[in-house]
């Protein structure tokens, strides 16, 4: 819907959805940190990716923990590009489910800076 509305389609006067307008848009680019290449190519050294950009396994698309834990042999550059827009689009998907009703109450986003 939100595809068609910016080529053009779709119909005249239609809202935007409660998420997208409370929150914005997905992120869907991390830019200007990294290019799609850039992430592409971690996700190959990672072993996410195959040669051809295809997934390696299904099992491992939605494995939060292999991910992160995967994360920590890029260099540090490509870690804090790539974990902060893997951020930028968790915390979006958090805060779309929570305006939905769809959330588990118990998951809380919490910011800060350091942990005492």
Request: proline share 5%; charged share 25%.
């Amino acid at each position: 819907e939100w595809a068609s509305n910016k080529l053009g389609g779709g119909a005249k006067g239609r809202s935007q959805p409660q998420e997208k307008a409370t929150y914005g848009e997905c992120p869907k680019s991390p830019l200007p940190r990294l290019t799609w290449v850039q992430a592409a190519e971690a996700l190959q050294t990672m072993r996410f990716l195959d040669s051809k950009f295809g997934i390696v396994s299904e099992s491992d698309r939605y494995n939060i923990n292999k991910f992160l834990n995967r994360l920590l042999g890029l260099p540090v550059e490509i870690q804090n590009a790539l974990f902060d827009y893997f951020l930028q689009v968790f915390r979006w998907v958090v805060m779309t489910a929570k305006a939905q009703g769809k959330a588990d109450p118990a998951i809380e986003l919490v910011d800060g800076e350091s942990i005492e």
